[in-house]
């Protein structure tokens, strides 16, 4: 059974660093995994993508050069690491990944009708 947790949300000050966390379980994280953001007010947004080792991570022109999509095999955990925040950051962020490939095809990343399975989501609060 797949597994899809994340952590790390909370309250930061506009300019500041934040990291969070999804942890899988019931498949390798050697695949495609994604990260989401949504708010009330928009679509749910495709943030990062990082496809399997030694592929180029994907993100999304309003996230470039201040996020990272890290990945940590051992832990079997993704993270995205998240600088200079600002308050377009603040959304529910959530982890994703379809239902088997190891890469992160260009033209559907950010597609979330292309993920199968999610997270539940982890607020994310930026203060400015």
């Known amino acids: 059974q797949v597994q899809m947790v994340e952590s790390g949300g909370g309250l930061v000050q506009a300019g500041g660093s934040l990291t969070i966390s999804c942890t899988v379980s019931?498949?390798?994280?050697?695949?495609?995994v994604g990260w989401f953001r949504q708010t009330t007010e928009n679509e749910r947004e495709g943030v990062a993508a990082l496809g399997t080792v030694g592929t180029t991570p994907y993100y999304s022109d309003s996230v470039k050069g201040r996020f990272t999509i890290v990945r940590d095999l051992p832990k079997n955990t993704i993270h995205l690491q998240m600088t200079r925040l600002n308050a377009d950051d603040s959304a529910i962020y959530y982890c994703a990944a379809p239902k088997f490939s190891y890469l992160c095809p260009p033209a559907r990343w950010g597609d979330s009708t292309w993920y199968e399975y999610w997270g539940q989501g982890t607020q994310v609060a930026v203060a400015s």
């Open positions: 019931g498949f390798p994280l050697n695949r495609c």
